[in-house]
């Protein structure tokens, strides 16, 4: 490996996983540094994102953010990483680049409301109703169209969708129950992609505080 590469992200949070497990899939060695407070305001806390969002790779000089980002810069470290992904680009037709958008989308809403409802605990209003709805309705939108995505997904190459869907379907329990019993072949998939050495290494857990926090004194 060209360089030493840091993933800065949580252990909790999905996108983190989705750049975690491509590491595990591609046989990348990467240290995970976390970031402890969410609510910090200074970039620096987020590898010097300005947008206050995680994940970043650091790998050498270069300092990449957002998680499609990284996965890309990450995977360009083994001289075949890149064509052993399929990226979400890649999707031509348009049932494979709804399921992307929706996909991409159901990440970012589940953000919106673990943050709102379950960090910030505020009651339920228009727009909590509204980004439920969304978020359930992509999801059985990906599950009705179910057979005509994977037929669109090469085999034996690693797909970010699969990546990412796998990621977000073990983070409901986690951080966000939803009932997926109407979702069979969501169901089954996750159920399939978490027996993979991937999967299996990078289970969802809270980071530790940084030591000082432990101090007493
Ligand atoms: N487009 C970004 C989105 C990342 C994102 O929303 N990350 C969440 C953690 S899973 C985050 O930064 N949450 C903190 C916040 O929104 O304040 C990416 O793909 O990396």
Redesign the pocket.
């Known amino acids: 490996m060209p360089h030493d590469i840091e993933i800065i ?2 252990r ?5 996983r ?1 750049l975690r497990l491509l590491a595990h899939e591609l046989g990348i060695d990467y240290a995970l540094r976390p970031i402890h407070d ?2 910090s305001d200074d970039p620096a806390a ?1 590898a010097g994102n300005p ?5 970043a790779l650091r790998c050498g000089e270069a300092t990449v ?6 996965c890309r810069w990450l995977a360009r470290q083994t001289p075949d990483g890149e064509a052993r992904v399929f990226w979400p680009e890649q999707a031509s037709s348009a049932l494979a680049m709804n399921a992307h958008e929706l996909l991409a989308h159901a ?2 809403v ?3 409301v673990v ?1 709102h409802e379950i960090v910030s605990k505020r009651a339920p209003d228009a727009a909590s109703r509204k980004r439920r709805a969304s978020l359930g309705g992509s999801l059985r939108w990906i599950d009705a169209h179910w057979r005509g995505i994977r037929a669109e997904l090469p085999i034996g190459r690693i797909a970010i969708f699969d990546v990412g869907l796998f990621c977000l379907l073990e983070h409901l329990p986690f951080r966000n129950p939803m009932d997926l019993s109407a979702m069979p072949h969501l169901r089954a998939f996750a159920r399939e992609f978490g027996t993979r050495a991937s999967a299996q290494a990078t289970p969802y857990s809270f980071d530790a505080p940084p030591p000082e926090t432990l101090r007493t004194t």
């Open positions: 992200g949580r909790s949070s999905h996108y983190t989705q969410l609510l987020y947008a206050l969002k995680l994940p953010w957002g998680s499609m980002n990284a990440m970012a589940q953000v919106e943050f």
